[in-house]
């Protein structure tokens, strides 16, 4: 039945229940001026892109990649290509030529959306991706080649009509990129069932109420950006704003005033960045429009929660989840009080345990590996290509975060860190593995090893400790070459904020590095036990 298939859902059906005139979002452009699309409009520009894809023989389950800033093409493109059952992918618009390359190639694109200033960095790869059929760009008012297309031009003639096809529940939907401790990122895919959670989170933790104006500041790129900032919402007709512009303290404080937010989601990070600069917004900023803020992606230190219970003058409710989990599964929401610096607790239908090494399940304040028991419907379903991967993150009947958490007496989670060496920074994960063979193919430096380190703004920066050839210095012009080379091969997240010169990396004696030692070195803490490290 096409009613399980989220474009229909996020588009077609609003329409169907007398939203058709409601403003489905406002694109806001950096000089705050708004442009309305209506979910009829977002309905019809939807149908257009996917009458396109089938003229150019796009079948179900063939992968589609946006690799786009945010614009409005995104949304119609996304929606558009989950009404005919092919894949949706996304990418970071700030990756660099690599990033963008070990993706793509993964999951064997066929077809890539994005724009001029863009392209350049895929015209290099493409004699290398061989499945990848045709490069659509937003910005190109006629075709240049039956595989250089032209968005308008493939669009314009479309109906504004598709008929979506039955979509069993099972169907893939997403494929989002994530990083790990070891190896090149992997390809989490969902499945369109996965509404079904992510609406119920948006009722649950979000608390909506039809007249809501809500703004998510996450990319489309990120698990956040596809599940809150399309999926979720317009799964309940919700009028969204969505903002092309970078972050800005006045920019941001502007737009919530200006549009009259009501409920903001947005992380960490950006709310330190906010509270840097109190002096200008305090004074100049009321939100009477505002109900409420919520927060993801890094732990939420309490005192932000203080900072925006005294300046913004809102309750503050952290949500956890990943990549992997498509949706909120630990979370604080309003009826539930919120004890700052924690997580809250487990929404509806999700069980939640920490297992401690020795095995024991659910200790009360000792920290553990934070599990989820599975089978709510936006779970992930594959780590595309890496059967094993995805296997070894079950243990029975449970899923393994990757987390480290403790619970207390009432059942609320509270966040400990990562059980691997995934770095965190402003909310986006970085893999050390990824950094490191970057930074390897530069001839100055003959080792490397990268870690995560503990900061003020970020939550996490990059450090990367590396040996030099010919016991060289470290120079400013290296530290340069460094930076470019890291933010063109994977992106500017990555690029580490601190380079460390060290005669030698310690490896255990089967050549792993080990990032323990070098984080212990760095805090200027004990290693430990490093009787395993090689001579
Ligand atoms: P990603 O898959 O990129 O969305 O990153 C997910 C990871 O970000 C989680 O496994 C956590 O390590 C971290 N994370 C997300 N939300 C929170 C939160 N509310 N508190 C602490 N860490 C979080």
């Given amino acids: 039945m096409s ?80 009404k005919t059952k092919a894949v949706a992918g996304v990418l970071f618009s700030n990756f660099g030529k ?45 075709h240049k080649s039956n595989r250089v297309l032209s968005y308008t031009q493939l669009v314009e003639h479309q109906s504004t009509e598709f008929l979506v096809p039955d979509t069993a529940p099972e169907t893939p939907s997403v494929l989002h990129y994530t990083s790990g401790s070891t190896g090149k990122p992997k390809g989490v895919l969902h499945v369109h069932n996965s509404i079904h959670h992510q609406r119920m989170t948006m009722e649950k933790v979000m608390q909506i109420e039809p007249t809501d104006i809500y703004w998510c500041t996450a990319d489309h790129a990120w698990v956040t950006g596809t599940t809150y900032g399309i999926i979720g919402p317009w799964s309940k007709g919700l009028t969204q704003v969505h903002f092309g512009g970078k ?53 939420l230190n309490p005192e932000i929660v203080h900072w925006v219970r005294r300046v913004i003058k809102k309750e503050i409710y952290d949500t956890w989840f990943q990549t992997e989990t498509g949706g909120i599964m630990i979370t604080n929401r309003p009826g539930l009080p919120v004890k700052p610096g924690s997580m809250g607790k487990p929404i509806h239908g999700v069980e939640a345990g920490v297992f401690t090494e020795d095995g024991k399940g659910s200790p009360l304040n000792e920290s553990g590996s934070l599990r989820l028991k599975k089978g709510w419907s936006s779970m992930f379903r594959a780590y595309i290509n890496m059967e094993d991967a995805y296997r070894s993150k079950f243990h029975g009947d449970f899923y393994d975060t990757g987390d480290l958490a403790q619970m207390d007496e009432d059942g609320y989670f509270w966040f400990i860190g990562r059980n691997d060496d995934v770095i965190n920074t402003s909310g986006h994960l ?96 004990d290693a430990g036990d490093i009787s395993t490290l090689e001579d």
């Fill in 247 to 299: 972050f800005d303290t006045e920019a941001w404080f502007d737009l919530l005033k200006q549009e009259k937010i009501t409920l903001w989601y947005t992380a960490p990070t950006a709310l330190r960045m906010l509270m840097r600069e109190e002096d200008k917004i305090a004074e100049k900023y009321d939100l009477p429009a505002l109900k409420r803020v919520y927060s993801v992606g890094e732990p």
């Fill in 98 to 142: 690599e990033a963008v390359f070990d993706r793509l190639a993964d999951a064997q694109a066929k077809i890539l959306i994005t724009k001029q200033s863009l392209f350049k960095r895929i015209e290099e790869i493409w004699p290398d991706l061989p499945g990848l059929e045709k490069v659509i760009l937003t910005d190109l008012p006629a």
């Fill in 430 to 525: 970085v893999g050390p593995f990824e950094v490191e063979s970057a930074l390897l193919e530069m001839e100055d430096i003959v080792d490397v090893a990268v870690i995560g380190a503990p900061d003020e703004m970020l939550y996490e920066k990059v450090v990367a400790f590396v040996t030099l050839k010919n016991h060289q210095e470290w120079t400013r012009r290296l530290e340069v070459k460094a930076r470019i080379h890291i933010t063109k091969r994977i992106s500017p997240i990555a690029v580490p904020s601190e380079f460390i010169v060290t005669p030698k990396i310690p490896k255990n004696r089967s050549g792993k590095i080990m990032r323990r030692v070098l984080k212990a070195r760095y805090l200027g803490e």
């Fill in 3 to 82: 009613s399980n298939n989220i474009g229909y859902i996020c588009t077609h059906l609003q329409c169907e229940n007398g939203l058709a005139d409601k403003t489905a979002f406002r694109f806001v452009d950096s000089d705050l001026n708004g442009t309305n699309y209506s979910f009829a409009q977002l309905d019809a520009a939807s149908n257009q892109f996917a009458n396109a894809l089938k003229e150019i023989n796009i079948r179900p389950e063939d992968r589609i990649f946006i690799f786009l800033p945010k614009q409005p093409e995104v949304f119609f493109s996304f929606l558009g290509t989950l």
